[in-house]
């Protein structure tokens, strides 16, 4: 659409194109892919939903009608294996934050007669389409927005919005209730404030952004634990800032105030439960199903041989682990090889002229990244309940994947094409399978794609029967 001039009364007037096509290609593209695929329309029944999904909805059902987040008799007995009980109050695992969000919407819903009681699966569909799927799809035109960095045109900044969801898992995780979806979009939400900054020629004029920067960052961290890495890491970003030092001192101190009101909502709701401000899913003593680990054989303090094999056992068993995280059954690149294509983009910014903001954020997403794994992979022992590849991977899989705009501006042999081709579409394939259900009540006993569709062909099976049965 060509812009014109309008003359009103003396004076030249331009209006501004309120629609762009572009922009909203990607969110309307999840959105009709997603709305079809959400947990609560493919499986409705309730021994069909994972512990975690059931305690979150079940917290939230307790915050609306009973004001307190403590769960009742009825809601603890179908999650009775996953619910910790404190005297006599029995508690979700999870961080309470994501519940008390959707706490709101839930209800406006009652007052419209919409309740778990008689409306379960529509009240549950709702809460997922809110909290979950319309994030998602905002992501997409979110980076659409921070792709103007790569200065790379419209239909690139799309199709990298739609790489960024497609071709990292989050398009899986956006078809069932879950913190991690959320929070990888705050992360990148921060993210984008941070780069609005960075490219801003005024200093005084992004103080909001600042202060929203740690909001998202903070609200982020409060819903996934995990993203906690992000909430540090982007502070040096700030002082990497071409500012002087009292405006950079300053600008901490905004991102300081911002974050301050997450923290302070995740603190009331954490700390009268467990004490402290982890959640009490990083409590496992206060599990009454918890087993005592059974005491490790007795080693010889004087054996100086012995006490270096079991170092080495150690570090063998981590570096295993860690392999696992990256290509095991539940691996990051043996799901989403695409990745790869995030972190040449973020050697790309290391070595041009880019500011020194901007190569900070961009090693901060790689770190960020390497911080989480590393920490899962040496303390998660149960790969079944990272459920569709790696759930705790999703909030930074994104970030990491928007770097490959870095590589986008520029021309490519026809080979690094056919390549590059080639990774995003297995990793849009693993996606799309994981979509169909990411979250199974029992998690994934093997590679989770074939899990996925072993699954996928199994529901078809019993859809199929049970028409046949009707007729």
Same mark, same amino acid.
């Given at each position: 659409?060509?812009?014109?001039?309008?003359?009103?009364?003396?004076?030249?007037?331009?209006?501004?194109?309120?629609?762009?096509?572009?922009?909203?290609? #990607?969110?309307?593209?999840?959105?009709?892919?997603?709305?079809?695929?959400?947990?609560?329309?493919?499986?409705?029944?309730?021994?069909?939903?994972?512990?975690?999904?059931? =305690?979150?909805?079940?917290?939230?059902?307790?915050?609306?009608?009973?004001?307190?987040?403590?769960?009742?008799?009825?809601?603890?007995?179908?999650?009775?294996?996953?619910?910790?009980?404190?005297?006599?109050?029995?508690?979700?695992?999870?961080?309470?934050?994501?519940?008390?969000?959707?706490?709101?919407?839930?209800?406006?819903?009652?007052?419209?007669?919409?309740?778990?009681?008689?409306?379960?699966?529509?009240?549950?569909?709702? +809460?997922?389409?809110?909290?979950?799927?319309?994030?998602?799809?905002?992501?997409? #035109?979110?980076?659409?927005?921070?792709?103007?960095?790569?200065?790379?045109?419209?239909?690139?900044?799309?199709?990298?919005?739609?790489?960024?969801?497609?071709?990292?898992?989050?398009?899986?995780?956006?078809?069932?209730?879950?913190?991690?979806?959320?929070?990888?979009?705050?992360?990148?939400?921060?993210?984008?404030?941070?780069?609005?900054?960075?490219?801003?020629?005024?200093?005084?004029?992004?103080? &909001?952004?600042?202060? *929203? =920067?740690?909001?998202?960052? !903070?609200? =982020?961290? !409060?819903?996934?634990?995990?993203?906690?890495?992000?909430?540090?890491?982007?502070?040096?970003?700030?002082?990497?800032?071409?500012?002087?030092?009292?405006?950079?001192?300053?600008?901490?101190?905004?991102?300081?105030?911002?974050?301050?009101?997450?923290?302070? *909502?995740?603190?009331?709701?954490?700390?009268?439960?467990?004490?402290?401000?982890?959640?009490?899913?990083?409590? &496992?003593?206060?599990?009454?199903?918890?087993?005592?680990?059974?005491?490790?054989?007795?080693?010889?303090?004087?054996?100086?041989?012995?006490?270096?094999?079991?170092?080495?056992?150690?570090?063998?068993?981590?570096?295993?682990?860690?392999?696992? !995280?990256?290509?095991?059954?539940? #691996?990051? +690149?043996?799901?989403?090889?695409?990745?790869?294509?995030?972190?040449?983009?973020?050697?790309?910014?290391?070595?041009?002229?880019?500011?020194? =903001?901007?190569?900070?954020?961009?090693?901060?997403?790689?770190?960020?990244?390497?911080?989480?794994?590393?920490?899962?992979?040496?303390?998660?022992?149960?790969?079944?309940?990272?459920?569709?590849?790696?759930?705790?991977?999703?909030?930074?899989?994104?970030?990491?994947?928007?770097?490959?705009?870095?590589?986008?501006?520029?021309?490519?042999?026809?080979?690094?094409?056919?390549?590059?081709?080639?990774?995003?579409?297995?990793?849009?394939?693993?996606?799309?399978?994981?979509?169909?259900?990411?979250?199974?009540?029992?998690?994934?006993?093997?590679?989770?794609?074939?899990? !996925?569709?072993?699954?996928?062909?199994?529901?078809?099976?019993?859809?199929?029967?049970?028409?046949?049965?009707?007729?």
């Amino acid at each position: 659409m060509s812009s014109f001039t309008i003359n009103l009364m003396g004076f030249n007037w331009t209006p501004r194109r309120r629609v762009r096509p572009w922009a909203l290609a #990607g969110p309307i593209v999840i959105l009709l892919f997603c709305l079809p695929l959400l947990r609560p329309l493919r499986h409705p029944d309730p021994r069909d939903i994972s512990d975690n999904e059931t =305690a979150r909805l079940a917290t939230v059902q307790a915050i609306v009608e009973r004001g307190t987040l403590a769960l009742d008799d009825a809601q603890v007995r179908p999650i009775a294996r996953t619910v910790i009980t404190l005297g006599n109050a029995h508690y979700a695992p999870q961080a309470s934050t994501m519940a008390v969000l959707l706490s709101g919407a839930y209800w406006v819903m009652t007052k419209m007669g919409l309740t778990f009681a008689d409306h379960g699966p529509t009240v549950s569909y709702v +809460l997922t389409l809110l909290g979950v799927t319309i994030p998602v799809a905002a992501c997409s #035109g979110l980076i659409y927005r921070m792709a103007r960095v790569f200065e790379l045109s419209r239909p690139r900044r799309t199709l990298l919005g739609l790489i960024c969801v497609f071709g990292t898992g989050l398009i899986s995780y956006a078809t069932v209730l879950n913190p991690h979806a959320p929070a990888a979009v705050l992360v990148l939400c921060a993210a984008a404030c941070l780069i609005h900054v960075t490219r801003s020629p005024s200093a005084v004029r992004t103080s &909001p952004w600042l202060m *929203l =920067a740690g909001f998202c960052a !903070a609200l =982020a961290s !409060a819903i996934d634990i995990p993203a906690i890495v992000f909430l540090a890491l982007f502070l040096p970003v700030i002082l990497a800032l071409r500012w002087p030092i009292r405006m950079r001192v300053a600008g901490v101190a905004l991102y300081v105030i911002g974050l301050s009101a997450p923290l302070a *909502l995740h603190s009331a709701l954490t700390v009268p439960v467990t004490g402290d401000l982890l959640p009490l899913c990083y409590h &496992p003593e206060l599990r009454t199903d918890f087993e005592e680990p059974k005491p490790a054989p007795a080693m010889i303090e004087d054996d100086a041989d012995t006490f270096t094999v079991s170092i080495w056992q150690r570090v063998g068993e981590s570096i295993g682990r860690c392999l696992m !995280a990256i290509v095991g059954e539940h #691996g990051l +690149l043996s799901h989403f090889p695409i990745l790869l294509l995030g972190v040449i983009g973020v050697g790309k910014i290391m070595h041009r002229h880019w500011p020194s =903001a901007t190569k900070t954020l961009a090693g901060a997403s790689v770190v960020g990244a390497i911080v989480i794994v590393i920490a899962f992979a040496t303390h998660k022992t149960d790969w079944r309940e990272a459920m569709f590849a790696a759930r705790w991977f999703i909030v930074f899989s994104p970030m990491v994947m928007f770097w490959t705009g870095a590589w986008l501006r520029k021309p490519h042999r026809v080979q690094s094409w056919v390549f590059t081709g080639t990774g995003l579409a297995f990793s849009v394939l693993v996606s799309l399978i994981g979509a169909t259900g990411p979250w199974p009540r029992e998690g994934f006993d093997r590679w989770t794609v074939v899990g !996925a569709t072993k699954n996928l062909v199994s529901q078809d099976n019993a859809t199929h029967e049970a028409i046949a049965g009707r007729q």
